[in-house]
C-alpha cells in the first residue's frame, strides 16, 4: 500500500470520442468536413445580424469651415460692464504759436471733444436637443453645439464689423459716410476714399493707384497699418506688376510673418465686397486706432433642461458694438472712374 501512494501517476491519452463535446461541431467540420447546423450571420442587413455590428461614430465631427472675419485682431477691443460705454476723441489738438521774448502772448484754440457711442447688439441662439440624444450620442453633443454657437458668433460679428448698419448691431466701416476730400477737410466720422480710375476695375498704372492709397494715409498712421480685402480681390492684386516686371505682392519668407504689399501687411476679410462698380473693395489703415469693439463679455451658454422638457435648450448670448473712432485713420479705395 505504500509504495502504491509514492508512485508517480502517469497522464494517459483520452480515448477517441470521449473528450469534451463543446467544439465537436466545428472539429468534427474541420478534420472530416461533416456539417451538423448552418446558420447564416452577417452584417451586411439588419435582421441577420447588422443591429449588432455598433456603429461607430469619430468624436471629432468635420464641418466645413466658414471664413471669419479677422477684424477683430487688428481692431481696438475694449471690455465694457454695460451697453452705455462712450468714448470721447479730440480734433484738431492744441494750437500753439511763436513769439519773442518780450512778445505779448494771445490766446490759442482749444481741443475740441467728439463722444463716440458705438452701437452695440445683442447676438443670441437657443439650439435644443432631446435628453434621449445627449444620453444616447457617441459623442459629446454639448461641447459640439458650443463649438458651433461660438463658430456662428464669430462669423456673424465679423459681418457687422464690416458692413453692418448699426441697428442693434455694430456698425462697420463700411457703413461709415465718405467723401473724396483730404483730411482736414472732411466731417468728422467721414472716411476718404481714392477711386481706382474706372468703374469695377483699375485704370492704367494700378500700381500707382495702391501707392496712393498708402500715401493718403498720414504718417502716424502708417506704423501698423494694414490692407483688408477679400480673397477674390486678392487674388487680382497679386497678379499686378509694376513697370519693369516686379510683383507687387510679397510672400512670407518665415512661418508666422504675414505676406506684405508694398510693405504692409494684409488682412483676408471675406465680408469685404468683390470688385464691381463703385465698390469699396480695398482698406487700408490703422485699423488699432480708427476701429473700436466693445464687447460686454465673451459668449455665455446656458443649458437649460426646465423650459421644455424632454428637450434641453442651449441659450448662448454675446454683446457686442463697433464703430469708426477716428476717420483719419483708414482709407477706402472705391472702384469708380472718380
Known amino acids: 500500500m505504500e509504495r502504491r501512494m509514492n508512485e508517480t501517476v502517469m497522464a494517459r491519452p483520452v480515448l477517441a470520442g470521449a473528450s469534451a463535446a463543446k467544439d465537436a461541431g466545428f472539429d468534427g467540420f474541420v478534420r472530416s468536413g461533416a456539417v451538423i447546423e ?3 450571420f ?5 435582421d441577420a445580424g447588422g443591429y449588432a455590428v455598433p456603429r461607430e461614430i469619430d468624436a471629432v465631427i468635420d464641418r466645413v469651415l466658414k471664413a471669419a472675419s479677422p477684424i477683430r485682431s487688428i481692431a481696438n477691443v475694449v471690455t465694457v460692464g454695460s451697453a452705455g460705454y462712450r468714448k470721447l476723441v479730440t480734433t484738431g489738438g492744441t ?14 484754440a482749444t481741443p475740441t471733444f467728439v463722444e463716440i457711442a458705438p452701437p452695440m447688439g445683442e447676438l443670441y441662439a437657443n439650439p435644443s436637443a432631446s435628453q434621449a440624444m445627449l444620453d444616447d450620442a457617441q459623442f459629446d453633443v454639448e461641447a459640439w453645439l458650443a463649438d458651433e454657437i461660438a463658430a456662428e458668433f464669430a462669423k456673424a460679428e465679423g459681418a457687422a ?18 467723401a473724396s476730400t483730404a483730411d482736414g477737410t472732411r466731417a468728422f466720422g467721414t472716411l476718404q476714399y481714392l477711386a481706382s480710375g474706372a468703374a469695377g476695375d483699375f485704370a492704367a498704372n494700378p500700381d500707382e493707384r495702391l501707392i496712393d492709397l498708402v500715401q493718403s494715409l498720414r504718417a502716424p498712421y502708417r506704423q ?3 490692407f483688408v480685402m477679400n480673397a477674390s480681390t486678392l487674388a487680382r492684386i497679386r497678379k499686378l506688376k509694376t513697370a519693369d516686371g516686379a510683383f507687387l505682392w510679397a510672400p512670407s519668407l518665415s512661418a508666422g510673418q504675414p505676406a506684405t504689399l508694398l510693405g504692409y501687411p494684409v488682412i483676408e476679410a471675406e465680408d469685404m465686397p468683390d470688385i464691381a462698380a463703385n465698390t469699396l473693395s480695398i482698406a487700408f489703415g490703422n485699423f ?15 443649458r437649460d433642461p426646465y423650459s421644455n422638457k424632454p428637450f434641453v435648450n442651449f441659450y448662448a448670448t454675446k454683446r457686442v458694438g463697433g464703430c469708426v473712432v477716428n476717420s483719419e485713420a483708414i482709407k477706402l479705395m472705391k472702384f469708380a472712374a472718380n
Open 38 to 40: 448552418t446558420k447564416a
Open 42 to 46: 452577417t452584417g451586411v442587413t439588419g
Open 95 to 108: 494750437p500753439s504759436g511763436w513769439a519773442a521774448e518780450d512778445g505779448a502772448r494771445g490766446g490759442t
Open 161 to 178: 464689423f464690416v458692413g453692418g448698419n448699426g441697428v442693434n448691431r455694430p456698425k462697420g466701416f463700411l457703413a461709415a459716410p465718405t
Open 224 to 226: 501698423g497699418a494694414t
Open 288 to 302: 488699432r486706432s480708427g476701429y473700436l469693439i466693445a464687447e460686454r463679455s465673451e459668449t455665455q451658454i446656458l
